[in-house]
């Protein structure tokens, strides 16, 4: 028997005090050209109202964790980069419907609660894998999003300017009021599955496939109706905001205390995510997320290593409570099957309930012979499916996918109804290749059917 008493006990070193997030090496961050006018702008940040609730992030928590708990599914998805010039309400509403419609190929197909989370609404800022662009011999920083530098290949344009942030935050504002307003005042209620595709049945195989699981939702719909229930889940939808936590002044600008609970969350979108270049264990950016009380994602590339990946856990996720953290796996079509499996089962052994999800974009990007950064979609399918064959190998949960889409008919990635001679028609994104509204829909239908297999 152990008769020590705490008078007995051998006394421990006092556990070191942890760093505060500013004096680590911050990966990524911009070279601002003024430190005064970047103080300056940061103070006004601070001032402003919070962006998101804490309360929300709260509830966008509790349903991670029925996700990595193996009892919904997430779809998180939205572009590379929002953009400026992008805050209007037809494109606005254009990604939210194929979001609302993905989701609504999902529940129903599927049979799954799925939560619905934006690339939105704060994806204003990217990380690069070189500081600088060179055209035709003129060299200059690269455009690091609309939060930083303009898109414009002149010196003026990019040029960090810290008045970009303030415009990140309205732009944002913008976008989540409007968001806001169509979950909210009915655009979101299920009996519009069908006008969500209205403008898309006539022009697309995958609108009129669509078209199908809408019929069969209105029946179900009728039925219910019939039966005398019409529960309230049914007449709007939550969608929540992400992006990447890159720029940590900004992260930080926005942080407040949440007078519930005395702890820090940052209110400048529900869910955060660390990126593939930022997640180093002793960088900035894992401290800086380790402190506030959203929940986070990390990016998983192919060279994460099992012991990496434990370590990030008890980084982020000390108290081990499913719906902190969700790891966002970007392998590669090439390597999702040999990789992923070592990392699940260390993970699942140390008792840790994290959700797992795929991003089959960004393992999967290529130059075509036309210039344009691209992704095959058999790829990102392909992708898609070794993420769930590794997880039902192991008796673990896919818990969701991570996608870069647009609502708008863009030509980015091949295949679908996109050939490679398409893309110089519509490539409009600033930065990676997005999914189309129809590549969307494919992709919706292919998980769904994984999923009842
Ligand atoms: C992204 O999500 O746009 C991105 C840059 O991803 P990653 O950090 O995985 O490369
Ligand atoms: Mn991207």
Known sequence: MNTQTADTLPTLPAAAPRPHWRSLPAAQQPDWPDPEALRATLSE????????????CDQLRDKLAAV????????QGGDCAESFAA???????????????????LTYAGSVPVVKVGRIAGQYSKPRSKPTETRDGVTLPAYRGDSVNGFEFTEESRRPDPERLKRMYQASAATLNLVRSFTGGGYADLRQVHAWNQDFVKTSRSGQRYETVAREIDRALNFMHACGADPAQMHSAEVYASHE?????????????DERTGQPYDLSGHMVWIGERTRQLDGAHVEFCSRIRNPIGVKIGPKATPDEVLALIDRLDEDREPGRLTFIVRMGAGHVRDRLPALVEKVTASG?????????MHGN???APSGHKTRRFDDVLDEVKGFFEVHQGLGTHAGGIHVELTGDDVTECVGGEVYADDLRQRYETFCDPRLNRSQSLDLAFLVAETYLD
């Open 45 to 56: 940040l601070e001032s402003y109202p919070p962006l998101v609730f804490a309360g929300e």
């Open 352 to 360: 840790a309930q994290v959700g797992w999800v795929c991003d089959p």
């Open 245 to 257: 936590a890159l720029i940590l002044d900004y992260e930080a600008a926005l942080t407040r205390t």
């Open 68 to 75: 990595a708990r193996g009892e919904a599914f997430l779809l």
């Open 87 to 105: 805050v209007g309400a037809d494109q606005i509403r254009n990604k939210l419907k194929t979001l609302l419609q993905m989701g609504a190929v």
């Open 365 to 367: 990007t290529f130059e």
